[in-house]
Nanobody, 126 residues
Framework: QLQLVQSGGGLVQPGGSLRLSCAGS????????IAWFRQAPGKEREGISF????????KYADSVKGRFTISKDDAKNTAYLQMNSVKPEDTAVYYC???????????????????WGQGTQVAVSS
């Protein structure tokens, strides 16, 4: 079964750090860009970070720019979202999504992504 498997997440204090992982299962991420989305209660799913298949070009939403870092390690078939200086407003369920051949590079239209991770809860609270 082809899928993205997420890990990481949990409860973190404001100002703290957390790393989310997104592993390809049954397929290689080498030809896929990766996007991270998040969805807070009562809100729409928001695209926050994007990386191209080459693992070099990245893009961030203003809400996370300078605090979050997206990366991709094809040798481990895994993408990451490093979250630093987290704020209470970062509380949400986080999802990774795959973009074959970067066709949907940077789009926040969720219908354009082929595979999705199962989601992981991040709660920022003291």
């Amino acid at each position: 079964q082809l899928q993205l498997v997420q890990s990481g997440g949990g409860l973190v204090q404001p100002g703290g750090s957390l790393r989310l992982s997104c592993a390809g299962s049954g397929f290689s991420l080498a030809n896929y860009g990766i996007a991270w989305f998040r969805q807070a209660p009562g809100k729409e799913r928001e695209g926050i970070s994007f990386i191209k298949s080459d693992g070099i070009r990245t893009k961030y939403a203003d809400s996370v720019k300078g605090r979050f870092t997206i990366s991709k390690d094809d040798a481990k078939n895994t993408a990451y979202l490093q979250m630093n200086s987290v704020k209470p407003e970062d509380t949400a369920v986080y999802y990774c999504a795959s973009d074959l051949f970067d066709r949907s590079w940077g789009t926040t239209d969720t219908s354009q992504y082929l595979y999705w991770g199962q989601g992981t809860q991040v709660a920022v609270s003291s």
